[in-house]
């Protein structure tokens, strides 16, 4: 299972208001290279370049659904898991996945968190990529008390 990995400028964010969870896009995007967890936007270009937009691969990723619910205190916002499915061609390589908000726009296309699989994969045709949040709480992304 791979370990969540908030970006710093997120804590910020969420104070600012900037992710409308109940509203807002967010997505998964792979990339091949390390994340930075002072990057504050997701770039497909330089510090993120993902792989290519096709074989099963969509530019940009693919959205997450989100849902929030609050027990005795603890907030927990959970995602659908995502799933990759390559066609002839294969997707890869990649080793991080990167969720962030598509629909903000200051800072546009805010990161949230990655998670680090500790090496490159490669899907072949018809191979399948989960990409799960939580090994303890389906889907859990991260909780606040």
């Known amino acids: 299972m791979a370990t969540y990995n908030p ?14 969870w109940d509203a807002h896009t967010f997505k998964i995007a792979l990339t ?12 497909t270009v330089t510090n993120h370049p993902a792989p290519a937009a096709a074989n099963g ?7 997450t659904t989100i849902s929030i619910a609050e027990v005795t205190g603890t907030t927990t916002v959970s995602g659908t898991q995502v799933v990759f499915t390559a066609t002839a061609g294969g997707i890869g390589p990649f080793r991080y996945a990167i969720l962030y908000n598509d629909t903000a726009t200051s ?6 968190a990655w ?21 303890t709480t389906p889907g859990a992304i991260f909780t606040l008390a």
């Open 7 to 20: 970006f710093r400028d997120f804590s910020e964010q969420l104070a600012r208001g900037v992710h409308d």
């Open 32 to 43: 091949n290279t390390l994340p930075v967890n002072t990057q504050v936007s997701l770039d």
């Open 57 to 63: 691969y969509t530019a940009g990723g693919t959205a």
């Open 107 to 112: 800072p546009a296309d805010a990161l949230v």
């Open 115 to 135: 998670w680090d699989y500790a090496s490159s994969i490669t899907l072949a045709d018809t191979e399948t990529f989960t990409v799960k949040f939580s090994n």
